[in-house]
């Protein structure tokens, strides 16, 4: 068990109790992976951090019911794509609910990848991302704030101005 201390200053510091996954080699060193062993949410943080994490620089969209907006999660290291529903979409990132537990989701700055396709006639996209939240939804799945990586996904081939048009057919 490790105990993670985040905090923006020396006065509201917030401990969270954790447990180690695994680290990785990166190219700029190793990033250690750890996963929360109680419910962390932006209340239990110190309210700058917990502001930073809330803060959305974009409007959200809700797609219209019968949108035909699909979306699917690519765990990078392990497991397999699976679908996810769309609660709501920005410029920067979407929020979608996945049939998995919260307890088997590491979160804060995991990388993904999403696959994203508009049925019928539209080929599928698919973008570098990150979970910036986690917290249970009903059923036992998982709801996920996910922000799209704009350096890696501007340089594959203009995956932006994909992604943008795609936004569009998907909250139109």
Known sequence: AVVL????????????????????????GIEIQLRATTLVSPS?????????LEQRRE????????????VAIFPLRLGRPMSASLVDVSRQGMCVVIPVSHAAVSTWGTSIAIGLKMLPDHPPLRLSATIRTARPHAGGKAILGIELDP???AVDRGHLHAYHHWLSQAIS
């Open 5 to 28: 201390t985040i905090g923006t200053d020396d006065h509201t510091p917030a401990a969270i109790p954790c447990v180690f996954v695994r680290n990785v080699a990166t190219e700029t």
């Open 44 to 52: 239990t943080l110190p309210s700058p951090l917990a502001r930073q």
């Open 59 to 70: 409007p959200r969209h809700r797609p219209p019911a019968g949108s035909k907006a699909l």
């Open 151 to 153: 350096v890696t996904n």
